[in-house]
């Protein structure tokens, strides 16, 4: 399974983005879908996931209300919408993918076996 992530930029602060994750290989269904971003001169963190099982999305504190995570298994394609953006929005972006995993661990990024390249979103003052 391969995942190819796209749709960074530039932006200006309370502009709006949309990332796309297009995965490759069969059983799409089955994956719980997370978004994790790499601040400058940061870890990577958790941003998003959205369980295989269909529950309720699960979002960081930092950007509930502003960003939305979906998954569109028929297109084999997971998304996030961002809005309101910050500078501290600025960051590179992951998208990353694993197989029957459930709400206790999607947080987590060493329970994700399929991760995207990045894409780098930026978020002028």
């Known amino acids: 399974v391969q995942l190819q992530a796209s749709g960074g930029g530039l932006v200006q602060a309370g502009g709006s983005l949309r990332l796309s994750c297009a995965a490759s290989g ?3 269904s089955a994956y719980t879908m997370a978004w994790f971003r790499q601040p400058p001169g ?19 504190d930092s950007v509930k209300g ?7 298994t028929a297109k084999n394609m997971a998304y996030l919408e961002m809005s309101s953006l910050k500078p ?11 197989t029957f995993l459930n709400q206790d661990y999607y947080t ?18």
Do not use: L
Not at 50 to 58: A, I, L, N, R, Y
Not at 66 to 72: G, L
Not at 88 to 98: F, I, L, N
């Open 66 to 72: 502003r960003f939305t995570i979906s998954k569109d």
């Open 42 to 60: 940061k870890e990577r963190e958790f941003v998003a996931a959205v369980v295989w099982t269909g529950d309720t999305p699960s979002y960081a």
């Open 108 to 125: 987590t990024e060493r329970y994700y076996n399929f991760w995207g390249q990045g894409t780098q979103v930026t978020v002028s003052s």
């Open 88 to 98: 501290e929005d600025t960051a590179v972006y992951y998208c990353a993918g694993a």
């Open 26 to 28: 069969r059983g799409f």
